[in-house]
């Protein structure tokens, strides 16, 4: 059985800022790292890899970006991928949700077109789109199950526990199918040295759009139906009243009868 | 050339009513409580005055006006000491908070090394914020017309290597306590990143002191200061070698510097240091497994003489705060964010090394080798370099202080006034076996609840003795005893790190005897004659 994990390399979000005056992100400074739903997507596989031997599963990494991103498939093989596959060209830069699906798309299906199931993060912690998967899934044709947390495999059909707003549902679907993975109360796993070391020697390939014989017309930014105009921080709020501290005594007497005169005193 | 002699310079007065002084001890009790603690809970705190000045003028004028009104005076800043330090018991209290800033960057051409200038308040994490983002603007550069700040933008990253695992410490805490902590194994004390200082003393004068100037001479220092000449004569104790931060610095031919650095402050307010800086390297965290101390105490003994690895630091959990951890585990596992830990696991220790995918391969190799000998092994290890795995890894080091102080705020609801009891003591390289054997061995006999992590790679761990009820704490109190006794026995100290304060004057005694603290107590006699500043820190006035 062959399990697809989507992974893509992501700057670790907290730590990035919005410049105002280009709207660009600023990443100086700020270290990538593998998208966290990502690696609950493969952790999600190598409990497979556990739980069904006798599946004899196969797990293939795949991402999309530039040649840095090998890191992230890097952590992939560490965390238990079998290979990794990078789609890295210039050609596919300027990307919207839809061309960047349509090369994964083509990606996997040159790849690895034998597959029995894709496991891919529910979104990314950086455009928080969660449209990639939704959208290779349609592209690839599979039926596809959202925001799981824990994934079981019965005989050629994929079970999904997955989060709904009230608890959890059970949904089923036969295989091929891609299934994207929330966070869940999955504490995340830690390679052994050993598993970093023997990362190092596993097959990690990178593959240019020509390579997969990608169209040029159906990827990058001209067959990229939405661009982002702007990117912001959202305005800090205004209004409010400001009490000067410089002297604590009126301050304190100032909180106190706002607190008073709204009603938050109990007196 | 260094010489011994070293003057006081004027600072400008300033009218003494334009600085903003706080008077009164309800309203600073009332109003002011957090300027009567600290970190080391000590309570009884109480100040008369307290003032936030702002420049060395306002320290200078601040400390005349006092000595006028006979008050004492106690420095604080971030308050995050645990030995009680900065608790004022009377007197004035000097809160430097608004002296906070980073004042330049500057290279030592000669060593070709960067320093930053800081005012005494600034924390450590402000420090290493500011450096690694390169915040400086061009007037900055030190001296101005130099262009430092463009050169040191271009250059790689850098940071401030001393890490006493609380970062909020302000940098002037951290000069008077000689800070230290897990990387203190391969880059050294606060003591070694110290260029220069600039001390207020008792008389209101600055000393400026650049590291290399004044070293003593004869055994002895001249500062003159106040119109007076004020002799120092060094302390003839011998210090041990392994990690240090109990009492006075003190060695025949020492540099002025180093006597003022760990002093707790009581010499003068620091105003000003330039502090090294150096390349940022990126490093692994790992953790690795054992079913037995014995195996955990060989594959330390063996990595830290690694010329190959050099490790950052080098810790060590026992079984008992495993067994913590287990537990904690089981019952809030996202609080210790990390796979389960195997039940037949007796010992841990977490080391960080260089990273580098060049050398990756061949470090393992060498690590595998080490582990394999110390009956272990690479599969047995968790391993990460990416950072924000590497802060996972760090917040796993600290939770078992966590929990314990967790537990103990749980137990205070019996017994308020039980409290843990830390140890701090280092020992010499050949002595750890012993010394961890004596810990386990002593405190298994005597049926305390304990757990053991901490330094290992300096011989420098934490016992915290969790007492139940009050004569768990009574018992717990001997014990120290007796370990401070076994620690200087081994040729190390009595407080490794956190410092002597006001709660480990005895220790002190153990250490250096009754002759050795009196001779600390000259040289405080000396430059400070009416125990102005930092009464009750390392030792009480009183001769004894």
Not at chain 1, 164 to 174: D, H, K, N, P
Not at chain 2, 46 to 67: C, D, G, H, V
Not at chain 2, 193 to 205: F, N, P, S
Request: aromatic share 8%; with cysteine.
């Amino acid at each position: 059985m062959k399990i697809v994990v989507l992974a893509k390399q992501v700057p670790e979000a907290d730590k990035v800022a919005v410049d105002p005056e280009t709207g660009t992100l600023i990443r100086e400074g700020v270290t990538s790292i593998l998208n966290p739903y990502c690696e609950y997507a493969l952790d999600q596989a190598a409990k497979l890899k556990v739980d069904y031997p006798e599946l004899e599963i196969e797990v293939i990494a795949i991402s999309m970006g530039p040649p840095q991103a090998k890191m992230a498939l890097l952590r992939c093989l560490e965390l238990g991928a079998d290979k990794g596959y990078l789609l890295s060209d210039r050609k596919f830069a300027g990307s919207d949700v839809w061309a960047t699906s349509t090369a994964i798309k083509e990606g996997v299906a040159n790849l690895v077109p034998e597959f029995d199931l894709i496991l891919a993060g529910k979104q990314a912690i950086d455009g928080d789109t969660a449209q990639v998967p939704a959208e290779i899934a349609e592209q690839l044709g599979v039926p596809q199950i959202t925001y799981g947390v824990d994934v079981k495999i019965n005989n050629k059909r994929v079970e999904v526990k997955r989060e709904v707003e009230t608890g959890y549902q059970i949904l089923s679907a036969r295989m091929p199918a891609l299934v994207t993975m929330s966070k869940g109360n999955n504490i995340r796993r830690i390679p052994s040295m050993r598993a970093v070391l023997d990362a190092r020697k596993k097959p990690l390939e990178v593959f240019s759009a020509d390579d997969l014989n990608i169209d040029e017309e159906k990827i990058g930014l001209s067959a990229s139906p939405t661009q982002v105009d702007k990117i912001f921080a959202p305005p800090s709020k205004t209004g409010g009243e400001i009490v000067d501290g410089s002297d604590p005594k009126v301050a304190a007497r100032k909180l106190f009868e706002y607190l008073k005169v709204n009603g938050f005193l109990r007196m | 050339m260094s010489e011994n002699i070293i003057k006081a310079l004027e600072l400008e007065e300033i009218p003494f009513e334009e600085i903003r002084s706080i008077q009164g001890e309800i309203i600073i009790t009332d109003s002011y409580p957090s300027y009567l603690v600290d970190e080391s809970k000590i309570s009884g705190g109480k100040a008369e005055w307290l003032f936030f000045p702002n420049t060395e003028q306002e320290i200078s004028t601040i400390i005349k006006k006092m000595r006028e009104e006979k008050q004492k005076i106690t420095i604080s800043a971030a308050r995050t000491g645990i030995v009680g330090s900065a608790v004022p018991f009377g007197g004035a209290v000097i809160a430097l908070e608004k002296m906070d800033k980073i004042i330049g960057i500057g290279l030592d051409e000669d060593e070709k090394r960067w320093f930053v200038r800081v005012q005494p308040a600034i924390s450590l994490n402000e420090i290493n914020d500011f450096v690694k983002t390169k915040k400086f603007i061009v007037s900055q550069s030190i001296p101005k017309e130099e262009n430092y700040v463009q050169q040191f933008c271009e250059d790689c990253a850098y940071h401030y290597p001393v890490d006493p695992t609380e970062m909020t410490a302000s940098i002037g805490g951290t000069i008077g306590a000689n800070a230290s902590g897990a990387r203190t194994f391969k880059y050294g004390a606060t003591r070694d990143w110290i260029k220069r200082l600039r001390v207020i003393l008792a008389t209101g004068e600055v000393l400026e002191i650049p590291r290399g100037k004044y070293k003593a001479k004869d055994g002895r220092f001249i500062i003159q200061s106040g119109g007076k000449d004020h002799i120092i004569e060094i302390p003839n104790y011998e210090m041990p070698i392994a990690k240090n931060a109990a009492g006075l610095f003190a060695e025949p031919d020492m540099d002025l510097i180093d006597l003022f650095i760990g002093s707790e402050g009581i010499f003068g307010v620091i105003t000003e240091a330039d502090i090294w800086i150096k390349e940022y390297n990126p490093h692994m965290s790992n953790v690795a497994f054992f079913v037995n101390e014995k195996d955990a105490i060989n594959f330390v003994k063996k990595i830290r003489s690694s010329e190959k690895l050099k490790p950052d630091f080098i810790e060590y959990f026992d079984n008992n705060a495993l067994t913590l951890l287990r537990n904690k585990q089981k019952e809030d596992p996202k609080f210790v964010n990390m796979p389960p830990i195997r039940e037949d696991i007796k010992t841990a220790i977490s080391f960080d090394v260089f990273y580098s995918e060049e050398y990756l391969v061949d470090y393992f190799t060498e690590i595998e080798q080490i582990l394999k000998e110390s009956n272990s092994s690479l599969e047995d290890t968790w391993s990460a370099y990416e950072e924000r795995e590497i802060d996972r890894f760090k917040h796993f080091r600290h939770a078992v202080p966590e929990i314990v102080n967790n537990i103990i705020a749980d137990r205070k609801k019996q017994y308020p006034s039980i409290h843990k009891l830390g140890t701090d003591m280092s020992v010499e390289d050949q002595h750890l076996a012993d010394m961890m054997e004596f810990y386990h061995a002593t405190l298994t006999e005597a049926g305390l609840e304990y757990v053991v992590w901490g330094h290992i790679g300096d011989n420098h761990v934490h016992v915290n003795i969790l007492p139940r009820d009050m004569n768990d704490l009574e018992l717990g109190k001997q014990l120290y005893k007796k370990f401070a006794k076994k620690a200087v026995e081994f040729g190390g100290s009595v407080s490794a790190e956190h410092g002597i304060g006001k709660i480990k004057h005895e220790y002190l005694e153990i250490m250096y005897g009754v002759e050795g603290v009196n001779q600390m107590r000259a040289v405080k006699n000396s430059l400070d004659p009416d125990n102005v500043f930092n009464a009750g820190n390392i030792f009480v006035e009183e001769k004894s």
